[in-house]
């Protein structure tokens, strides 16, 4: 379940991401008024198993029944995994399109949440989701080499223009916003081979970065992302590098 | 739609009002139409009673500004009541689970209203909630602070985050027990389910 919102009086919109059906909306009909409809069944972060039927008009699907596979009550007992889970969703929520079927991103997701149920992620977690998502919608983003020249290494680097990758100093020698350390790092995030200390300047650096790439691909701010560092930041600074 | 809707088209007012009432909730086209029906064919004096109360309503109701109730005066009528027991507090996501608690006749304490909940898909952070001016009423006399919020992912998350503000202060953090269903909403829940909720609360 990504999202849910009302909808009229006694109903609610629920957003699902399903293994085989990926994306899709459905109206959970009585869900707002009525306790006995869904219960607590139709709650964000949770592993469901609906019955849909699917309504011809509108196209909008009624959902019929849902069962309750995993609440994640883990997540639900932490603010800051909340709000990791909340990010996670909403990225996963605006990058894919409706009925766009990635059982891998599913896979991706749902294990996430599994790890978030027993603790929070770290930063270098986060920033890997962010790398393995971009890549299974189809926009993995080349860190190796410089785009243009196909050189490895260089002082400064810039983002292209498209965000799929990097320029060498050399091929942009205006821009040159991204140092070194963090083309490094971002490297071996991808290659999912952790370094022993970055420090925080780079790790805020790399999730600049990482971000920008993201939106350069989604067509609203992401709101979930703005929660979860202002609460990192107030909570605990570790968790907001 | 209806097909009476294209004759209220041609009448400008009449679709004002019709717009205006749609944009009430459970509201819909044909009730819109029933609703200014019934008034014009009620004496005038009716109509002109219900336009000059809701503007009363707007201009002179206002959230207390202790609690954040609705309220005609400065002070609502909770927080100016001698009787209640003025060392609980209960903090409520909006007015109308207030009125539910109120409406078990369990409760004798105080209130803080919110007027939402943290919400990490929405955006809203603490700073959007009434949460300042509660920290600022947990002075002397405050002994507990009851979390009435929703047992949702938001309500619970705010739950968690106003323990994490309040606990440091020295004052007993509770929670409503169970029996509000997960995801539920205090507005639709019963006076009994409400009131063995609050006798059964938890400290956390
Ligand atoms: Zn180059
Ligand atoms: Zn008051």
Redesign the pocket.
């Known amino acids: 379940m990504l999202a849910r919102r009302d909808l009229g009086e006694s109903d609610r919109l629920v957003v699902l991401l399903g293994k085989q059906m990926g994306k899709f909306s459905a109206r959970a009909p009585g869900a707002r008024r009525s306790r006995r409809r869904f219960g607590g069944r139709l709650e964000l972060f949770s592993r469901i198993e609906v019955m849909a039927v699917l309504k011809g008009r509108t196209g909008l699907a009624h959902l019929d029944d849902a069962v309750l596979l995993d609440a994640h009550q883990g997540i639900r007992g932490d603010l800051i995994a909340t709000a990791q889970a909340a990010y996670l969703t909403e990225l996963v929520s605006c990058l894919l399109r409706e009925a766009d079927r990635s059982p891998e991103v599913f896979d991706l997701l749902a294990d996430a949440l599994q790890r978030l149920d027993r603790e929070r992620l770290g930063v270098w977690s986060l920033r890997r989701f962010e790398i393995e998502l971009l890549k299974l919608i189809g926009f993995a983003p080349a860190f190796d080499v410089c785009q243009e020249c196909g050189v490895r290494s260089s002082e400064r680097w810039s983002l292209q223009a498209g965000m799929g990758g990097l320029l060498c100093e050399a091929c942009a020698p205006r821009s040159g916003s991204v140092s070194a350390a963090a083309v490094n790092v971002l490297r071996r995030i991808q290659a999912d081979e952790p370094c022993e200390r970055v420090d925080d300047a780079t790790m805020a650096e790399v999730r600049g970065l990482l971000a920008a790439m993201v939106d350069g691909l989604v067509d609203r701010p992401l709101k979930a992302r703005d929660f979860l560092y202002r609460l990192a930041c107030e909570q605990d600074r570790s968790w907001a590098r | 739609m209806v097909d009476g809707d294209r004759d209220i088209g041609r009448s400008g007012i009449m679709e004002r009002l019709s717009r205006l009432l749609q944009q009430l909730p459970g509201v819909g086209p044909k009730t819109a139409s029933r609703l200014m029906l019934a008034i014009l064919s009620a004496p005038a004096e009716y109509g002109r009673a219900l336009s000059k109360t809701v503007a009363d309503l707007v201009d002179k109701v206002h959230p ?1 500004e ?4 609705l ?1 005609e005066r400065k ?2 009528t ?2 100016t009541d001698p009787r209640r027991d003025s060392s609980l507090i209960c903090v409520v996501e909006r007015v109308p689970d207030l009125l539910a608690i109120e409406a078990s006749h369990e409760y004798r304490g105080l ?1 803080h209203v919110l007027h939402g909940v943290l919400n990490p898909l929405e955006g809203a952070g603490p700073e959007q909630l009434r949460i300042d001016t509660l920290v600022e009423r947990l002075g002397a006399g405050v002994r507990e602070v009851i979390l009435a919020t929703s047992s949702s992912v938001e309500g619970e998350a705010t739950a968690l985050y106003l323990k994490k503000r309040i606990a440091p202060l020295g004052i007993t953090v509770s929670r409503l027990a169970a029996g509000i269903p997960v995801g539920g909403e205090l507005e639709y829940t019963d006076s009994s389910t409400i009131g063995r909720a609050l006798a059964g609360r938890k400290e956390i």
């Open positions: 207390c202790i609690c954040g109730m309220s002070r609502c909770i927080c209130y």
